[in-house]
């Protein structure tokens, strides 16, 4: 599975967040005000997509109606694992240090992952 670039992937999380079979109008909808494409512009990246296997198109009466092939949670894991890797070494400590030196952790966000790290010592 390939990373996607900001604009397949922008289009895939509204496919995703939708959890149905959606239209390019349906699509167009769901972008961000500030950022705007033009029909055609999305039917290129739709049709990207395709090709890369993310998606596949249905065509019902005169539109084409997108379905994810690839499930959002498999795509973020790999890329997670991809990102820790490649940036982190494989460190989880070092992922970690890069967000918590930075500020971007709160106590809720700490508990969080502690309770996360509680659950999965629980399962083994």
């Known amino acids: ?3 996607l670039p900001d604009s397949e992937l922008e289009l895939m999380m ?3 967040r939708a959890e149905k079979p959606v239209t390019r109008t349906e699509i167009e909808e769901g972008l961000n005000d500030e950022r705007k494409l033009s029909p055609t512009a999305i039917l290129s990246f739709l049709s990207r997509l395709e090709e890369k296997g993310f998606l ?3 065509k019902q009466g005169k539109s084409n109606i997108y379905t ?3 499930k959002e949670q498999d795509y973020t894991r790999k890329e997670s694992k991809s990102i820790l890797q490649k940036m982190y070494h494989n460190s989880v400590k070092s992922f970690m240090t890069a967000l918590y030196d930075g500020d971007n952790l709160s106590e809720d966000d700490i508990k ?3 309770n996360f790290i509680d659950e999965k010592r629980r399962g083994k």
């Open 1 to 3: 599975m390939k990373r």
């Open 14 to 16: 509204i496919i995703w």
């Open 56 to 58: 596949k198109i249905k």
């Open 68 to 70: 994810p092939i690839i």
């Open 112 to 114: 969080e992952l502690q």
